[in-house]
């Protein structure tokens, strides 16, 4: 088996992150058309994604926006649903700890849901190896690229066909989150975590400006950290008996 190189990692990331790439097709194609059918010009909605490069927390933004919702209240949305990012940071840590900061950072930047499924797999079965951070860069580098394509597009084919947004595309996007998602369920925080997440979501999804979803994240954040830290705790009681 040939050694591994940094190019070689690189491709091995971006290779692995194609399903993830098909599935957020459609998304960036739907938020470029909402982009062109709202009240932001094309070029502000190109810039969030190449400055913001966070898919969810963009729809929501864009979604207050056109209600004309107070910038504090996008801000502070905008903060609360990207939180799940410090749980992805935390998990991927001790595998990117000793890289330098310019390093870290750029990889923090080009976090995201998918690229999270395709690097914690990666470490899952590898773990802590030299080159892990290429595989890293080149997911997170694919995932960035495959998200300015396709809001281009959307952008593009939203101003010639205003009604783009209503086609159903969005289920793509369910379909790759239920395949982010599933896999992360074999630990009891991460369970509990979206156990609580779906019932708070449910219970409150008439709940205006999104609140409904922001309460539900805090409290699968909550509880995951909550359990996690429960779980921590026990098991430092345990060696010390």
Known sequence: ??????????????????????????????????????????????????????????????????????????????????????????TLLPYVSHLPARWRGLLGFLLTDETFAVANAYYHKHGHTPLGHWYFLGSGLAMYGNWQLWTLIGLLFGQAFPQLQTLGLDFAMVATFIAIVVPQLFR????????????????????????????????????????????????????KA
């Open 1 to 90: 088996m040939p050694h591994p190189t940094p190019s070689s990692s690189f491709a091995a990331g971006a290779r692995d992150s194609l399903p993830m790439l098909v599935g957020a097709a459609p998304f960036g194609v739907i938020f470029g058309a909402l982009i062109a059918a709202g009240p932001l010009v094309s070029w502000q909605g190109q810039f969030m994604s190449l400055s913001v490069f966070a898919g969810s927390s963009q729809f929501i933004a864009v979604g207050l926006a056109a209600a004309q919702t107070g910038i504090l209240v996008i801000w502070m949305a905008t903060f609360i649903v990207n939180l799940r990012h410090m749980l992805y940071a935390a």
């Open 188 to 239: 009891f925080p991460q369970l509990a975590a979206a156990i609580a997440a779906g019932a708070f979501a449910w219970f409150l999804r008439d709940l205006p400006y999104k609140l409904g979803l922001l309460a539900a994240i805090l409290a699968g954040v909550g509880v995951g950290l909550g359990i996690s830290h429960w779980q921590a705790r026990s098991r430092a009681a345990r060696g």
